[in-house]
């Protein structure tokens, strides 16, 4: 037995942890029975995710369906495991900018605030 397939069966548990609401779909499509499910759902959805033109579909379909179908055929299993990775990592580098920008700004708000206001002139008279 490769070691492809245990490492899908980790990231779909990781996305059970994730996406709390959908963890019992997850688990129960994953389920060996469910077979006579998947493969129909998850050629539907490639192919809704090459229709993404149309208003309805989108493209977050192709992945999920491509994710359907590794489960069931092997040669799918690799590419996608190394596509979830990835993924994760972009997502969490994305997380990590998007929280330096917002510290940067508010550390920039705190400074601008700190600093004392300018001293205007009363009167015309005060000008030296």
Avoid: C, S
């Avoid at 192919?47 to 799918?76: Q, S, T, V």
């Avoid at 580098?93 to 001293?119: F, G, I, S, Y």
């Amino acid at each position: 037995m490769n070691k492809e397939r245990p490492r899908l069966e980790r990231l779909f548990l990781r996305l059970e942890a994730r996406f709390p609401r959908f963890a019992m779909v997850i688990y129960i499509l994953r389920q060996p029975w469910a077979m006579l499910i998947r493969i129909p759902l998850g050629i539907l959805l490639v192919i809704g995710g090459l229709l993404a033109f149309l208003p309805i579909l989108g493209l977050w379909m192709l992945p999920l369906g491509l994710l359907l179908l590794a489960i069931d055929l092997p040669f799918l299993q690799r590419p996608m495991n190394g596509l979830i990775l990835r993924g994760e990592r972009q997502y969490h580098l994305w997380r990590r900018n998007r929280r330096d920008k917002k510290t940067a700004r508010e550390a920039a708000a705190e400074k601008q605030k700190a600093r004392p206001m300018p001293r205007l002139p009363k009167k015309h008279t005060d000008y030296p």
